[in-house]
C-alpha cells in the first residue's frame, strides 16, 4: 500500500535537512556566500514559501480533503486550480523554498547541496507513491493533470 512506502514524513525530512545545514555550516570549510540585499533575499524567500504553503493547505482545506502525508488514501478530491496550476506539489514546494532561504541565511556554500537531497527524497519516497495512490484513484484525469502541470514547478 502506498503508505508503506512513506519513510520519513516531510515536516520531518525538512527539519533533518535543516540540521544537515547546520552541521555543514559548523563542521565544513567556511565557503561564504555573502551578496548584497541577502538578508531580504532570505527573508522573501521564507516569505514565499510559507505563503505558497499556506495556500496549497487552504485549497486542501476548501475541498475538505486531506493533506496528511501518511494517508493519502483519504483523498476526497484532486485540487487542481489556484495555486495547484502551477506546482502539483506545492506544500513540499514550499518546504524547499525555506530550505533555500535557510541555507542563504547560513550562508555556507555546501548547503545547498542538501537541496538536490531533499528534491531526490521527495520525488522517491513521497510524491512518487502518491502520485501512484493519485493514479488509481482518479485514473484519466490525474494523468491528464499530470500532464499539464509540473511536479514541482
Not at 19 to 33: A, E, N, Q, R, T
Not at 110 to 123: A, G, H, K, T
Amino acid at each position: 500500500m502506498t503508505t508503506l512506502q512513506l519513510k520519513i514524513p516531510p515536516a520531518v525530512v525538512f527539519v533533518i535537512c535543516v540540521v544537515f545545514m547546520w552541521l555543514i555550516k559548523g563542521f565544513l570549510p567556511d565557503y561564504s556566500m555573502h551578496v548584497t540585499g541577502q538578508k531580504w533575499v532570505v527573508y522573501g524567500c521564507f516569505t514565499i514559501g510559507v505563503i505558497v504553503g499556506l495556500v496549497g493547505v487552504a485549497q486542501f482545506a476548501q475541498k475538505s480533503t486531506t493533506v496528511n502525508p501518511h494517508r493519502p488514501e483519504n483523498t476526497s478530491s484532486l485540487v487542481m486550480g489556484g495555486i495547484y496550476a502551477i506546482s502539483r506539489n506545492p506544500m513540499y514546494l514550499a518546504l524547499l523554498i525555506c530550505l533555500l532561504a535557510i541555507a542563504l541565511y547560513w550562508g555556507n556554500i555546501f548547503s545547498l547541496l542538501i537541496i538536490p537531497v531533499f528534491i531526490l527524497y521527495m520525488n522517491e519516497y513521497q510524491i512518487k507513491p502518491e502520485e501512484e495512490m493519485m493514479e488509481q484513484k482518479f485514473g484519466q484525469k490525474y494523468l491528464d493533470y499530470k500532464k499539464e502541470v509540473r511536479r514541482w514547478l
